[in-house]
């Protein structure tokens, strides 16, 4: 079964320091990449995604990932956190081939961030 | 445009009692998305479609459970009965087709 892998359940950090959060998925064929951001108490808002082209992709607040097609990974990083990116983070795979739009979710990484 | 809309934002309710959450896609997208999040099973698919038609339902977790989708601007996820143990937050999604999904705000339940 199709199925996505974010091995760190729980990030603590300081301000400055730098992230990366592990994505990997589980299909052979193509796939649409993404990361979406939970502020608490809000709704998941998309960070960044990957179609096809240049396998490091920028998405919003200083955010990027890299997708690196033979460890089937899409990790998240950015140089320098900021307290208020206190959320969790979602990475997500939808595979191109099944004529689907489904979403496949992994179970999130929590991430705080100490002043 | 206003983005996935969702009503009610909270719903208290007592067990035994019957609950609609509606969404509102945003205006264009081809796919609707019925999500349920809690602390213990992290976010959950209930059910998809595609051009207002259920292409996935193997998420409902029981017949309690029912979502329509009567034309492309409207949906309802009903409850009946509800239980405690549905208490979670439901969030609708809405994507064009093959493309990122845009969540809605969503209702978060209590079932007393």
């Known amino acids: 079964a199709q199925s996505v892998s974010q091995h760190n359940h729980h990030v603590i950090l300081s301000e400055a320091a730098s992230l990366e959060l592990g994505c990997n998925y589980s299909?052979?064929?193509?796939?649409?990449l993404f990361w979406y951001v939970q502020y608490p108490g809000q709704h998941l808002q998309l960070l960044l995604k990957?179609?096809?082209?240049?396998?490091l992709v920028k998405g919003i607040k200083g955010f990027e990932a890299e997708f690196i097609k033979s460890k089937f990974s899409f990790n998240l990083r950015k140089p320098s956190v900021q307290w208020s990116d206190t959320a969790e983070y979602f990475c997500?795979?939808?595979?191109?081939?099944?004529?689907?739009?489904?979403?496949?979710f992994g179970t999130g990484t929590r991430l705080q961030v100490f002043p | 445009d206003a983005g996935v809309i969702q009503s009610p934002r909270h719903e208290v309710t007592e067990m035994g009692q019957e609950v609609t959450l509606r969404c509102k896609p945003i205006?264009?997208?081809?796919?609707l998305f019925w999500y349920r999040q809690t602390m213990m099973r992290g976010l959950e698919l209930l059910i998809y479609?595609?051009?207002?038609?259920?292409?996935?339902d193997s998420g409902m977790p029981e017949d309690r459970f029912s979502a329509k989708m009567p034309n492309a601007s409207f949906s309802t996820l009903k409850i009946q009965p509800s239980e405690p143990r549905d208490s979670a937050v439901y969030f609708c999604?809405?994507?064009?087709?093959?493309?990122?999904?845009?969540f809605g705000p969503g209702t978060r339940l209590t079932v007393l």
């Open positions: 990957y179609f096809s082209g240049d396998p």
């Open positions: 299909y052979g064929g193509t796939v649409n």
């Open positions: 997500a795979v939808n595979p191109t081939l099944g004529n689907t739009d489904k979403l496949i």
């Open positions: 999604a809405s994507s064009p087709l093959y493309n990122e999904q845009f």
């Open positions: 479609f595609n051009n207002n038609v259920p292409i996935d």
């Open positions: 205006s264009g997208h081809n796919s």
